[in-house]
């Protein structure tokens, strides 16, 4: 293993996300990785054609993969068929996959807000006025839609996701490194789901937030569990995102930042070390 793996970063610094800032996130990430790494970075779109001159990659904000579909699928399985280190691991069965997800978790009876995909199956879920549908391979609020119950039937043409429109008190989002609990944030306004303050988690929390973590089995990586306050208290997933994570570190004060790239950095490490170390 080289004394300083070299490391493609990939991320889109100029992508438009609605209420967060890419580039300076990334910026900061990368000008802590520094002191152990040699690093590059590029845009989603260019990982394929540069990863064969990196010992692994690190795939960061890199923006929804429907923008750049076709590299990224390339991207995909050149990293496979050549055995490169991808953090995070390209084994996520969450919104690295798609949104299947949510229909499996939903059908096995975990805390997940109640999802079908078929129209035969909308009777299986709570009676509600309106109705959320979201592509199945939708990111970033990509294609949502929100539809009277009347409507909704047309709609599920089993490439959707269908749910009950949740009159939830607030968002909240759990962040780990590898299987470790790092901090949490809540957006108290609905309607405003970027302005984030740090949450306290209750132990209650973080089981539930850990179950998902858990299901994953992604073993290194940063995953954020989303979440939102049902109406009867309890936590409903939103989201469990294991591919490009926004992480919002400009949300938390110095030292909650500083001790994530610091947990950020030691699992980078462990990864690309054991990826490299002979067998």
Known sequence: MPARPRLLYVTDLAYPARGRRYGDEDILLTSRMRAHFDLALCHPRDAAALMDAFDAVVVRNSGPVLGYAREYEEFRTRALAAGTPVYNPLTGKADMAGKQYLLDLSAA?????PTVGRAEDLHLLPAAERYVVKPRLGADSLGLRTVPAGQVAALATGDVLIQ???????????YFVDDDFQYAL????????WELTPYPATAADLEFARRFVDWN???HGIQRVDACRAPDGGLLLVELEDLNPYLSLDALPEEARDAFCTAFTASLSRFVRGALSPA
């Open 164 to 174: 009950p429109r949740v009159d939830f008190a607030y968002e909240v989002s759990f």
């Open 109 to 113: 009876g975990y805390p997940v807000i």
């Open 217 to 219: 089995d992604l073993g």
């Open 186 to 193: 809540h957006a108290p306004d609905p309607g405003r789901r």
